[in-house]
């Protein structure tokens, strides 16, 4: 059974510019979460999505939003970089709802904003 | 949100030592999950914990649900240079259930 899978591996962006990030789940999860990983805060949840909707949401602004299809892929973007997105962005699937069910992580997202 | 504490920040053993380190919290858990995360990688699910008092073994290493419910142990025993890495603990948030709050990390390295 293929694992989570994120692409790409590695961006480059710079200030003002927007990004759109993928993750394609396990085969069979319905669940999808996005997390931000620095060094100086850790892992840190974005948001969950669950058959296509929003189940639940971090506490970041407005310019990180995600969304996922029908088949359980879901993307995330960020508008208008900042410096401080830079980051590793982590995708997680779970069969059910995350909190209930143990959540699989891919490679991840290595997002450097120049 | 719940706050999780993991200890030690980091550590450097010998090849060959046992590892210890813990987790805790200021509320209760329902779940303990203990992750591992290899350099440019995602975090890898070791073990997971479902009952207070629960010592459950993957290999070489062995974790515990406290009694409590407010903190969780992962022991490695016989390190070896593979096991270098990040831990982390993790649990559902208990108030609702509906995200998983993470621990700090533990850097772990081993030399030869």
């Known amino acids: 059974k293929a694992g989570v899978t994120q692409t790409p591996r590695y961006l480059i962006k710079t200030r003002g510019q927007q990004v759109t990030l993928s993750c394609s789940p396990i085969s069979g999860h319905r669940s999808v979460s996005w997390y931000q990983q620095t060094p100086g805060q850790g892992l840190q949840f974005l948001f969950e999505y669950f058959s296509e909707t929003q189940r639940n949401k971090g506490n970041f602004p407005g310019r990180f939003s995600g969304r996922q299809f029908s088949n359980s892929r879901s993307e995330m973007n960020v508008s208008t970089l900042e410096l401080g997105d830079s980051a590793l962005y982590l995708c997680?699937?779970?069969?059910?709802?995350?909190?209930?069910?143990?959540?699989?992580f891919g490679a991840g997202t290595r997002l450097s904003v120049l | 949100g719940q706050q999780l504490n993991q200890s030690p920040q980091s550590m450097f053993i010998q090849e060959g030592e046992d590892v210890s380190m813990n987790c805790t919290s200021s509320?209760?858990?329902?779940?303990w999950l203990w992750y591992k995360q290899d350099p440019g990688e995602g975090p890898v699910l070791l073990i997971a914990?479902?009952?207070?008092?629960e010592l459950t073994s993957n290999g070489r290493l062995t974790a515990q649900f406290g009694i409590t419910r407010k903190d969780s142990f992962l022991n490695i025993s016989a390190s070896i240079p593979s096991d270098v890495g990040i831990y982390f603990c993790?649990?559902?948030?208990?108030?609702?259930?509906?995200?998983?709050?993470f621990g700090s990390g533990t850097q772990l390295t081993v030399l030869p």
């Open positions: 509320s209760i858990f329902n779940t």
């Open positions: 993790a649990g559902p948030d208990i108030g609702s259930a509906r995200q998983l709050t």
């Open positions: 997680a699937s779970s069969y059910g709802l995350a909190g209930a069910n143990i959540q699989y």
């Open positions: 914990l479902y009952k207070a008092g």
